[in-house]
């Protein structure tokens, strides 16, 4: 235990001198954070459900097209548990042509089985392809695999202050972290509401389920979540 301690306060000292190093250079940085009724992954699997999990993330960007982002995970408990997770992004962003094209690496800090991941995406009104990578960096950790999706972004404007934004998109998963392949229909949909200056309110759903059979326990899911972004 001592042994996960020390790490986890190691991981915390890189993601700090991560935090410091990205944000004093920035163009524009935002800070959200969501209160989460679960932490449901990617591939719509339940990480944490004991308890209500509080994840945020600051997303610095700058005008040359390069963005980094600090992501964490917690529950309101002392333990090292899956609900402890913080993740570390950098990434690229422009435009070709109409297109606009994205690609990042990460690194996850989970419990003792740390994951890479790579990603790229292209985007068009709204429209987008993404392709997801994940491996494993330690031995035994979790499977590596492939989640490619396609879908739709959008949001509108209900009033002056009030905004509905609506994605939904299929995601393939050759079994990443251990699970069945499998493909699965996932969304989101909410409401944010700009308070005043670059504070907004937010609240929503995430949706997730397969559509095709699957025995590794990932169901439908419908889970809520509420918070706030601060833009700076």
């Not at 954070?33 to 997303?59: R, T």
């Not at 982002?69 to 962003?93: C, H, M, P, Q």
């Amino acid at each position: 235990m001592a042994e996960r301690a020390d790490m986890t306060n190691v991981r915390m000292a890189i993601a700090f001198l991560f935090l410091a190093s990205t944000t004093v250079t920035a163009q524009e940085v935002t800070l959200t954070s969501k209160a989460k009724e679960i932490y449901l992954g990617a591939q719509g699997a339940e990480f944490y459900k004991d308890s209500p999990v509080v994840q945020g993330d600051l997303f610095a960007t700058w005008k040359s097209g390069i963005y980094a982002d600090l992501w964490w995970s917690t529950a309101a408990n002392s333990r090292l548990d899956f609900d402890k997770e913080i993740d570390l992004v950098l990434g690229y962003a422009r435009k070709v042509g109409r297109f606009g094209v994205s690609t990042d690496v990460q690194y996850y800090f989970i419990q003792g089985i740390d994951v890479a991941n790579v990603n790229v995406e292209a985007g068009l009104n709204g429209a987008f392809v993404r392709l997801e990578a994940y491996t494993p960096v330690q031995p035994g950790g979790p499977g590596k695999g492939l989640l490619p999706s396609a879908g739709y972004r959008g949001g509108v404007k209900l009033a002056s202050r009030l905004g509905l934004d609506a994605q939904g998109w299929l995601k393939g998963d050759t079994g990443a972290f251990g699970f069945d392949p499998a493909i699965l229909a996932q969304g989101y949909f909410g409401f944010k509401v700009d308070v005043a200056g670059k504070t907004t309110l937010l609240a929503g759903m995430r949706l997730s389920a397969p559509i095709s059979t699957v025995h590794d326990g990932r169901k439908k899911e419908a889970r809520w979540e509420i918070g706030f972004s601060q833009g700076f």
